[in-house]
Nanobody
Framework: QVQLVESGGGLVQPGGSLRLSCAAS????????MGWYRQAPGTERDLVAT???????TYADSVKGRFTISQDNAKNTVYLQMNSLKPEDTAFYYC??????????????????WGQGTQVTVSS
C-alpha cells in the first residue's frame, strides 16, 4: 500500500557530511509527519528528527546543530542533512511516515510506516 525508500547512506570520515533521502509512494491521502530514527547494534531505535507537513521540526539533543531535516511535500520526500558526523552517529537509519491512506470512500488512519533502513558508518 505504501512504500518508503531510503537512500544516501554510506561510509564517511568523522567531521564529514551525508544526506539521506526518503521517498514515500503508494495510496497516500495525506502525510501528517515524517521522520528519521536510528538504531545501533544492541540498542533501541531512537528518534533523530521529525518534521510535520507545516514544517514543525524536532531533533534529538545529540544531533541539534549538526543535522537538518527538510521536506518536499510535492514529492512526499523527506531529507536529513547530516554534518559534522561523529563515530557515535554510526547506526542504521530508518525513515518513518505518519499518514492517512487513500481509500475509495475517503481515507483511513493515521497509520505509521517504516522504510527498510540505510546504514551510516562514521569511521576513519
Amino acid at each position: 500500500q505504501v512504500q518508503l525508500v531510503e537512500s544516501g547512506g554510506g561510509l564517511v570520515q568523522p567531521g564529514g557530511s551525508l544526506r539521506l533521502s526518503c521517498a514515500a509512494s503508494g495510496s497516500i491521502f495525506r502525510i501528517n509527519a515524517m521522520g528519521w530514527y536510528r538504531q545501533a547494534p544492541g540498542t533501541e531505535r531512537d528518534l533523530v528528527a521529525t518534521i510535520t507537513t507545516d514544517g514543525t521540526t524536532t531533533y534529538a539533543d545529540s544531533v541539534k546543530g549538526r543535522f537538518t531535516i527538510s521536506q518536499d511535500n510535492a514529492k512526499n520526500t523527506v531529507y536529513l542533512q547530516m554534518n559534522s558526523l561523529k563515530p557515535e552517529d554510526t547506526a542504521f537509519y530508518y525513515c518513518q511516515a505518519n499518514l492517512l491512506l487513500r481509500r475509495t470512500w475517503g481515507s483511513m488512519g493515521p497509520l505509521t510506516y517504516w522504510g527498510q533502513g540505510t546504514q551510516v558508518t562514521v569511521s576513519s
